[in-house]
């Protein structure tokens, strides 16, 4: 009798132990899937290859897209319908990240320079701080959200096809784009916009037309962002991998031939291990989607570029191609500090003034009013009152801007009430350039843009901030502060204390609105080029001189569409895979294979 009570007690812990496993088991399989949402979605650990060989065909591919960012989630999502599609992703998953996540929140994954933000930030030799995205769906998790259309004269410059173009926007739109709820704050912009002439209002709409409207948003109404990763649910989950933390090294090339040949790309895990990926066949392609800044530095270490700049980093050179980084501009922003008296209520942005004189008139409000506000140290939230810049530029050390930052949590709060009025020019007339700092793929490179090198640029800036400053000055706005009507110098100064770069300042930069805008430039993230059409690629986007190798991103552009870019970049991807699908299809009717976006103007 004994020996079957401890039996009982046994077979009744071995199923306690049992029920426990099991159900660990089931919470970290539903953790795991909450992460990464989608099953095709796995750590780029996961991925066994071995460096001596091209394996066999659990590892080559029909495309492989390099960069799951706002083009590279949507352009592998529908190529996957069709064929089988590696997509390689630096960053780490979005999901369930609130920093990401929530509108309320939008400023702190800016702050973090931790090796594992969502956020690269890098500062341009211009002195100008700055941010490239380092996530799964890129841009679109620590963006402002705006979502608008390019313009028609956009389009038919760059040769696309405008129904199409259409279609494959109302795709994206249909997905994540939402209609705002339009913030006070947002409706004084629009009335003191439509005072100073910048008419007609033209309501909510997506498209790019002269006059003030509100446009759409990637943040829902609960606040909650919708980003590019979320496009990956149109894909077919059987011929699609996506891994994270897949840092890809350079582009494998084939020189055997007459002319170089992508063969597949080298990256490397989160833990460290290097890994290979190859093209299925001869029609397959490597697409580089890593973004205006991710994308030159990975032709140039993959040995496409200048021959002088790679030898001189010990690269071998598979093309000499000078033009590679060269061309980048960045929209230069500029921003007036709007002070009030009464707490704001959170807002990004959502109203646009377009002008007739090459200038865009946005807003945002409310960010300086948490703990963590305090922390912001660039960008257009960038309400830190006092100045870097004195610090001498030998000293500005990331230990020094780390030390400034920390100052800063003693600043009183009210100090951050209000919001900005923010100016920005459009097609930037001055360019700068990209080289690599060193062969470290993780590195940010060098980037100089030369903001306000030509006077054009400089004399847009000078309008848009009388155009600014008068906003400020508005009924409109006195009576929303509930502050006094202020003098220009008087908002000029409190601007240039919360503009934020390691631009030294001058004395004259109250009297002097040129002066004001070199010394207080912001960015707020539009920058393009490095790749351009005819230098680098050509108009289907392949890179000229090599076989097997495209580009989908914003570096192509030689100038940023519309007021912000990442609506075109969003259909951009998913344009190019409706163009090829279309001719997949009709290739294979004579053939196995095709390459993607074969048509004119994709």
Request: charge should be positive.
């Amino acid at each position: 009798m004994a020996s079957v009570c401890a039996l009982r007690s046994q077979l009744f812990l071995f199923l306690l132990l049992w029920l426990y496993t099991l159900s660990s088991s089931q919470a970290a399989h539903h953790q795991h899937y909450s992460e990464f949402r989608y099953p095709f979605i796995k750590k780029a650990s996961s991925f066994s290859s071995s460096l001596s060989s091209r394996g066999g065909g659990d590892h080559t591919y029909d495309y492989i897209v390099v960069g799951g960012g706002t083009a590279g989630c949507p352009l592998a999502a529908t190529l996957s319908q069709k064929f089988n599609v590696l997509l390689l992703e630096r960053g780490g998953m979005p999901f369930g990240n609130a920093n990401i996540s929530l509108l309320e929140n939008f400023h702190i994954t800016l702050t973090d320079t931790s090796s594992t933000s969502a956020s690269q930030y890098f500062i341009s030799t211009d002195g100008v701080l700055n941010s490239r995205a380092r996530v799964l769906g890129g841009g679109t998790c620590i963006n402002a959200g705006f979502y608008t259309r390019a313009s028609t004269r956009f389009i038919n410059k760059v040769g696309w096809d405008l129904k199409l173009v259409n279609k494959s926007y109302s795709w994206v739109e249909k997905q994540i784009v939402h209609r705002p709820n339009v913030a006070p704050w947002q409706v004084v912009v629009r009335d003191s916009l439509l005072d100073l002439g910048v008419a007609p209002f033209n309501g909510f709409t997506y498209d790019h037309i002269y006059g003030t409207k509100f446009g759409g948003t990637i943040f829902d109404r609960f606040g909650r962002r919708h980003t590019a990763a979320e496009l990956l649910a149109s894909a077919d989950p059987h011929k699609l991998t996506v891994l994270v933390h897949a840092t890809v090294q350079k582009v494998l090339f084939d020189t055997s031939g007459k002319r170089p040949k992508a063969a597949g790309v080298l990256f490397k895990d989160e833990n460290g291990n290097q890994h290979q990926a190859f093209l299925s066949n001869s029609r397959s392609e490597v697409i580089l989607s890593c973004g205006a800044i991710g994308t030159p530095q990975m032709l140039l270490l993959s040995g496409v570029g200048p021959k002088a700049e790679l030898e001189e980093m010990k690269i071998s050179v598979v093309l000499n191609n000078k033009f590679v980084g060269q061309g980048m501009a960045d929209n230069p922003l500029n921003t007036v500090f709007v002070p009030s008296k009464k707490p704001v209520k959170q807002s990004l942005i959502q109203t646009v003034g377009i002008t007739k004189m090459g200038v865009y008139i946005e807003a945002s409000s409310g960010f300086g009013q948490s703990k963590d506000s305090i922390q912001c140290h660039h960008g257009m939230l960038s309400a830190e009152i006092g100045q870097l810049s004195t610090i001498p530029p030998k000293q500005r050390t990331p230990e020094a801007i780390q030390a400034y930052i920390r100052r800063k949590e003693d600043i009183p709060h009210e100090a951050f009430r209000g919001g900005f009025i923010l100016e920005k020019i459009s097609n930037p007339i001055s360019t700068g350039k990209l080289k690599l700092n060193n062969t470290n793929v993780e590195d940010n490179p060098s980037v100089t843009f030369n903001y306000f090198k030509h006077p054009h640029d400089l004399q847009r800036c000078v309008d848009g901030i009388r155009m600014a400053t008068k906003m400020v000055q508005s009924e409109h706005f006195t009576n929303f502060t509930q502050c006094d009507k202020q003098t220009t110098d008087k908002i000029l100064n409190m601007s240039v204390l919360a503009n934020v770069n390691l631009i030294p300042k001058h004395t004259n930069d109250t009297k002097s609105l040129e002066q004001f805008c070199k010394d207080t430039v912001l960015s707020i993230w539009h920058y393009h080029g490095g790749c351009h059409v005819g230098k680098v690629v050509d108009r289907e986007h392949k890179v000229l001189g090599v076989h097997r190798l495209r580009i989908v991103d914003g570096s192509v552009f030689d100038e940023s569409p519309g007021t912000n870019p990442q609506a075109t970049i969003l259909m951009m991807g998913r344009t190019h895979q409706v163009y090829g699908t279309e001719n997949l299809e009709r290739q294979t009717r004579k053939s196995s294979w095709c390459l993607v976006a074969d048509q004119p103007g994709a």
